[in-house]
């Protein structure tokens, strides 16, 4: 995992732990469906230039901690990943269908947190050791 990244006219690190759920919470991720959704998450993560640092499938959520590039919003990769999987798994696992009582794989909403090395007290401390000549406590011009 090396610490950033490259594209184009860009230098970036960023990550985000995503944690997305089961319909319901249904248990419904396990053995063979699992591994799938992991098959799965993977394709659509190449496919967006998405990294994956680490993932865990539990029996009714997952854990996925991921690397986007800068023009991918979170909710983008999020909904492309959920999108995908749900469609593909119901087909191709129908009785989800029946232990689900629907159609919906997957709750609506999402967790996601940006992570990295550095934090936001180094960030705000380099911020404000800047030359800077304002009295605006926290958004200073520099001359």
């Known amino acids: 995992m090396g610490r950033y990244r490259r594209g184009g006219h860009t230098v970036y690190e960023l990550h985000c732990h995503f944690v997305f759920t089961?319909?319901?919470?249904?248990p419904v991720l396990r053995g063979d469906v699992g591994v799938r959704l992991r098959e799965l998450v993977?394709?659509?993560?190449?496919?967006?230039?998405?990294?994956?640092?680490?993932g865990r499938v539990k029996p009714e959520h997952v854990h996925l901690f991921a690397s986007l590039p800068p023009h991918l919003a979170p909710a983008e990769a999020m909904?492309?990943?959920?999108r995908k999987s749900a469609r593909k798994l119901l087909r191709e696992f129908p009785r989800l269908k029946k232990q689900l009582r629907g159609e919906d794989?997957?709750?609506?909403g999402y967790f996601v947190s940006t992570r990295g090395d550095v934090t936001d007290e180094v960030v705000a401390q380099y911020v404000m050791n800047q030359d800077l000549t304002s009295d605006d406590e926290d958004f200073e011009v520099s001359e």
């Open 105 to 108: 794989l997957w709750s609506r």
């Open 42 to 54: 993977r394709e659509v993560c190449r496919a967006r230039d998405i990294r994956v640092l680490k």
């Open 22 to 26: 089961t319909k319901h919470r249904e």
């Open 79 to 82: 909904r492309a990943i959920k």
